[in-house]
């Protein structure tokens, strides 16, 4: 017996569609701050929620209470329940220096969610029309090449690949697969091959087409990549949305495309290089991309007297970076902040834009250390001040501080927008050795006759910086 009315359920469906579509807005505007952020996370997701408990009427709505009938209830809602409790459990536990992977893998599973619906539309030969089969079509190429993809961007960041893969003739490989993959899909879509083998053959290709894309490109990128592969995610819901007719997914899916296709265009302006070149240029791997050793020899200088320097000083710049995150330091420096503040010094902390390994980690680790968005300042509002500025503390950062950006040009980052910490009285880095960055490029930074070097992990040094300032009177 039906509990509901189909014209009911297409009016509860659509009310709730121009609410779930606010709720994602207003979400994703909230998102673009530190202060908001925590608060745009809760309203998007109640927005999700809506729009998964209202999908349950469309047959209604509809009127096709045949296939609701035929719907197995129980397994979609236990599915939707490890989901959830999984999603949970893995979100308490993981820590923030493995953040940038769960965003990569969360990611991909969004692509292949979106190429699993495709697939099971696909494998229905013969029961759609050429535009439906051209949304599912593309939607499954760019889903199957976001999940593979952020696979292996998972695999980089979390340790398990180690190097990138490069051979010569790599790239023309690519486009044969491309090309084969299209192929197949446009004779997919207009009808002309619509079998089980065609279809596999399509997905088979578009998943290699990612694996292959992503492994030659260097961990120094995947803060780009990931955010290409949101965007491609997003991309892949959107035009799913069209296939099943769900309004919410295509508002979330043109959402998240969108606001990810604006932040890899950002990231890849802050690195001052095209989307081409961080795909297939193969930057951000060892030696290779070096432009040549940096002249002169690295200073040390003992925490002790690092900290009598700190102590007297006026004002101070502190850089994060990735070596922060892993050393989970971002409260011990926090406490070394407000230790200086109650010395009358002047404290500011300086975030780039590819900080880190994910765009905002930064941000969210000293939100999470509690310090105050106030002190927070990005490039363009904070680098005209280090030429004021008696000491900057980098931890743990290279590329977004390295000079080399702005003084060499046979440099693969000649032209990147740096934080200009070489300008500062003095700068003390924080590092735990004398090699390179993750990029494998020297920083001439560290070279310079106004830096010195304090080496060690970044929660350690912190700390005996914060027991030096102690001793001074």
């Known amino acids: 017996m039906q509990l509901i009315d189909a014209s009911v359920a297409k009016w509860v469906i659509d009310t709730a569609y121009i609410l779930v579509a606010f709720l994602f807005v207003t979400g994703l505007k909230r998102m673009s701050s530190p202060a908001t952020a925590r608060g745009g996370i809760f309203w998007a997701g109640l927005g999700m929620v809506i729009a998964t408990l209202v999908t349950f009427l469309a047959p209604i709505a509809k009127q096709e209470l045949a296939a609701l009938a035929h719907t197995n209830m129980t397994l979609v809602i236990i599915a939707i329940s490890l989901g959830g409790v999984l999603a949970w459990w893995s979100g308490k536990r993981v820590a923030m220096t493995d953040m940038p992977q769960m965003i990569a893998l969360y990611n991909g599973m969004g692509g ?12 229905k030969t013969g029961t759609h029309g050429a535009a439906f089969n051209i949304l599912a079509v593309l939607g499954g190429l760019i889903g199957s090449i976001s999940f593979s993809g952020s696979g292996i961007a998972f695999g980089k960041l979390q340790g398990l690949i180690k190097r990138s893969f490069r051979f010569n003739g790599q790239q023309f490989i690519n486009v044969i697969f491309l090309i084969s993959t299209l192929a197949i899909g446009l004779l997919i879509a207009g009808g002309v091959t619509t079998g089980t083998a065609a279809v596999t053959s399509f997905f088979v290709l578009a998943l290699i087409l990612g694996i292959t894309m992503t492994l030659p490109i260097g961990g120094a990128d995947m803060p780009v990549v990931i955010s290409l592969y949101n965007a491609l995610t997003g991309l892949a819901v959107a035009f799913e949305g069209f296939v099943l007719d769900n309004v919410a997914m295509i508002i979330a899916g043109t959402v998240v495309g969108s606001a990810g296709t604006l932040l890899t265009q950002l990231m890849a302006k802050a690195m001052n290089r095209s989307l081409a070149n961080v795909l297939f240029s193969g930057f951000g791997e060892g030696a290779a991309t070096t432009s040549g050793p940096v002249s002169g020899s690295q200073k040390a200088i003992e925490a002790s007297d690092a900290g009598v320097m700190m102590a007297f000083a006026q004002k101070i710049i502190i850089v994060p970076g990735y070596g922060l995150a892993v050393a989970q330091a971002q409260h011990k420096v926090w406490e070394l902040a407000q230790l200086l503040q109650n010395r009358g ?3 500011k902390f300086a975030i780039h834009p590819v900080a880190g390994r994910m765009p ?8 999470e250390a509690g310090v105050p968005y106030d002190l927070i300042a990005d490039l363009e509002e904070i680098n005209a001040e280090f030429e004021t500025t008696d000491v900057s503390l980098v931890i743990g950062a290279n590329d977004v501080v390295n000079p080399v ?14 934080l200009n910490a070489d300008q500062s009285r003095n700068v003390i880095v924080i590092k735990r050795g004398q090699g390179q960055g993750f990029s494998g490029i020297d ?14 992990d970044a929660q350690s040094a912190v700390n005996q910086l914060i027991q030096a300032i102690k001793s001074v009177e």
């Open 405 to 418: 950006a702005r003084n060499d040009k046979s440099s693969p980052i000649f032209g990147m927008p740096i």
């Open 112 to 123: 292949g969610a979106a190429a699993a619906i495709s697939a099971v539309e696909l494998y």
């Open 443 to 456: 920083n001439g930074l560290f070279y310079l006759d106004n830096t010195r070097m304090l080496y060690g």
């Open 360 to 367: 905002g980690h930064m941000n969210v680790l000293l939100a």
């Open 345 to 347: 010094v002047t404290v």
